[in-house]
């Protein structure tokens, strides 16, 4: 259980210790320390957002991190923390520890999985301030942060800020979706038992607005105005070297539709900006679904690869923003419960995709009309919609598939991508495990809902070491 | 009374569910944007109408289903998703001559929470209350009523979540992944709801297409003792 300060972050427990599990002892005394004592506060008094600046531990072994919500009342979202990857089953294990809390949208990954990208923002008189830091994954410190302001953004406006690194280059894009309140009109609402309430309605209004962050500098440019109010917050974004790629959707106006007169939906656009930029390179109509959540990737022809409806991938050219349709038929199976899925740009150009629901993941290459390169086959686990998405995952060398186990059996199961035949599996108590990640040292993080609910496993499925956390987890880097 | 959910199209499931079942459906429920991982009814809502008007079942309940991450994120994402779902219901009225509001005014807007997803506070309040004031249609009447499809009994905070909102952020009503006896559509089981204290289950999937082994691409629900919720649904009133 931590205990917060009043600005929302890392604070000393009572016993002592810090949230990281370490002492104010071997904080002070360096090493590991040094860098947990810079792990508190750097927000204005009062404020609720934070992330930690600064080293949180440094001993050789990569960091995996964790997003979710600290399971005590009242569950505020946003929570962000580290967990030490061990180096071996006989070496000692570490808490972990809280890096951010209440974040303003999901952490982002680099390409290279070698930083993640945590937003803030902060309302004030004066405007928003809105913070980006970039966390090293192999020791969990800062290694870069920089805020930005926007002005004349009320008090009371929700603001999205999703980052999005530009592969091969030092920018960060930082795509903003402002939702502004106001009030008019009265609404009656009639519960259950008939009893009527009533309120003045709230009425949002939302527009976009870009910054690119540039993390050698540690400096912002922008925030540019798209002009594009009234809009859906949601967008999906991509970047390649040169351009960001930003779909939003137009917000419905009552006033241009009439049920005499049916019309369709309006359609998305996709907008290509060129980095540093709030200028459109072009501007053009994209087909349903609207931005929802759809997983994107960056080819490394440059264009932009959406999956929807959990089995078509849209291609967006980079050059003209054309968009082309391509159905992957392992992926075509319709169950009556959406899947969680994943999809991943390798870098060997290949794209990895997951669909725990229907128990298949399958590896295709752009470069050849998205022919199936390799296809594997699982048990579908107990949830496979739930959260973290991130049921199935595939080795640094993409050799192995690691999957967390089926309904009746948990555990963790490894598969050889090349034959699809299963190397290893750990079922110890048919322990159910939720979600996976694979570090860079190539072992494996298994999370799950009782405690401990972090276990670590080598990359052959040996459990090295079982951790605890407060944290109810939603995604796992 | 019971009814289909599915994540395909009405129009290319009707039959076979049919097939299977033997009988009419009382509604059925499908999904809305924003659920990266669905057909979605506001793609092509007028085939979805003609479907469901052909399956003698025409009541579309709406269902959104987002990354399940973002359940455990901040208010701004709440506000977000809500603001697409409830734009993805009114683009389908407005595109569906014959497609109405329920007679009662109280569209039940459902949020999916499948099973190891946490629900924070911030979240949950957010996108409940956009979903209470939105002002469906410049109609005046704000018809939609935010519920929650969860698993009451998981050990994920869902119920203890919902218990803490106030006002207009109080759920209308929980929708029950469980308990699971399965059975068909024409005699389903008798009232077995799991269930938080402080919200009513007034709806009940008894039966998942995995579980209980249906060949259809559906699953089976049906309302609580008195509840009808086939008026709580989008009503087809012709067929299109």
Not at chain 1, 18 to 23: F, P, R, T, V
Not at chain 1, 54 to 78: H, I, K, R, V
Not at chain 2, 15 to 39: C, I, L, T
Not at chain 2, 141 to 151: D, I, N, Q
Request: proline letters at 8%.
């Amino acid at each position: 259980m931590f205990h917060r300060r009043k600005t929302g972050a890392v604070g000393l427990l009572h016993s002592g210790r810090l949230a990281s599990g370490l002492s104010r002892r071997e904080v002070l005394a360096g090493g590991v320390g040094a860098g947990a004592l810079l792990a508190f506060p750097i927000g204005s008094p009062g404020s609720g957002s934070t992330a930690a600046t600064g080293s949180a531990a440094s001993s050789g072994s990569w960091y995996a991190f964790l997003y979710g919500t600290p399971e005590s009342s009242p569950y505020p979202g946003g929570s962000f923390m580290a967990a030490q990857s061990p180096a071996s089953a006989s070496s000692s294990a570490h808490s972990p520890f809280q890096l951010a809390s209440t974040l303003a949208a999901t952490p982002v990954t680099s390409p290279d999985q070698a930083t993640v990208a945590l937003a803030t923002v902060d309302t004030t008189a004066h405007g928003a301030k809105v913070t980006l830091t970039l966390i090293d994954q192999a020791t969990a410190a800062v290694s870069k942060q920089g805020s930005l302001t926007l002005a004349g953004v009320p008090a009371d406006a929700s603001i999205l800020a999703t980052p999005v690194f530009a592969p091969g280059t030092t920018t960060v894009a930082l795509v903003l979706a402002i939702m502004i309140p106001s009030t008019g009109g009265t609404l009656r609402k009639t519960d259950q038992s008939g009893k009527v309430t009533t309120a003045t309605a709230t009425t949002w209004k939302s527009h976009h607005e870009l910054a690119y962050f540039d993390s050698s500098s540690g400096t912002f440019t922008g925030a540019f105005d798209l002009a594009d109010e009234p809009s859906l917050a949601l967008t999906t974004v991509a970047a390649n070297g040169t351009d960001l790629f930003v779909w939003t959707t137009p917000k419905q106006q009552p006033t241009a539709y009439s049920k005499a007169n049916p019309k369709p939906a309006p359609l998305s656009t996709v907008r290509a900006f060129p980095l540093g930029s709030g200028k459109p390179r072009f501007s053009v109509q994209s087909p349903a679904p609207w931005p929802g959540g759809e997983p994107v990737a960056t080819l490394a022809s440059g264009d932009i690869a959406r999956l929807v409806y959990a089995r078509n991938l849209q291609v967006c050219s980079a050059k003209t923003g054309d968009i082309t349709s391509h159905t992957l038929a392992p992926l075509a199976v319709d169950r009556p419960k959406p899947s969680a899925v994943t999809m991943q740009a390798r870098p060997d150009g290949t794209l990895f995709i997951a669909k725990p629901g229907i128990g298949t993941a399958v590896i295709v290459d752009p470069a050849d009309s998205f022919r199936v390169k390799s296809q594997v086959k699982f048990s579908v686990p107990r949830a496979p919609g739930s959260a973290p998405w991130t049921k199935a995952v595939l080795s640094s060398s993409g050799d192995t598939l690691y999957v967390v186990g089926g309904a009746s059996s948990g555990g963790v199961s490894a598969y050889d991508v090349s034959t699809g035949k299963l190397t290893a599996s750990y079922a110890q108590g048919g322990r159910q495990y939720t979600g996976l990640s694979v570090l860079p040292d190539g072992n494996v993080l298994a999370v799950g809902p009782t405690h401990p609910r972090l276990a670590f496993f080598s990359p052959a499925l040996s459990l090295l070491h079982t951790v605890d956390t407060s944290l109810q987890i939603a995604a796992v880097y | 009374m019971a009814g289909y959910d599915t994540a395909g199209e009405i129009q290319n499931t009707y039959v076979s569910a049919h097939d299977e079942f033997g009988a009419d459906p009382n509604f059925w429920m499908r999904y809305f944007a924003p659920s990266p991982a669905a057909d979605l009814f506001e793609d092509d809502p007028s085939a979805e109408c003609s479907g469901a008007w052909d399956s003698g079942g025409p009541h579309i309940g709406c269902i959104s289903a987002p990354s399940q991450g973002n359940l455990s994120s901040t208010s701004a994402q709440g506000t977000a998703d809500a603001e697409t779902f409830a734009a993805a219901i009114q683009s389908a009225y407005y595109a569906v001559t014959p497609l109405d509001l329920p007679s009662n005014n109280i569209l039940i807007c459902w949020l999916d929470q499948e099973y190891s997803t946490t629900l924070s506070l911030s979240y949950w309040d957010a996108w409940a209350n956009y979903i209470a004031n939105y002002n469906f249609a410049d109609l005046g009447t704000y018809p939609l009523y935010p519920g929650l499809y969860c698993t009451p009994e998981s050990p994920y905070p869902n119920c203890s979540t919902i218990a803490q909102a106030t006002g207009l952020d109080i759920p209308y009503a929980v929708w029950s992944a469980e308990w699971e006896p399965c059975g068909g559509l024409a005699s389903p089981p008798a009232w077995d709801a799991q269930a938080c204290s402080t919200v009513p289950t007034k709806l009940w999937q008894y039966g998942e297409q995995g579980a209980c082994g249906y060949s259809a691409n559906v699953d089976l629900d049906e309302g609580a003792p008195g509840f009808n919720n086939a008026d709580y649904c989008l009503v087809v009133v012709s067929n299109p």
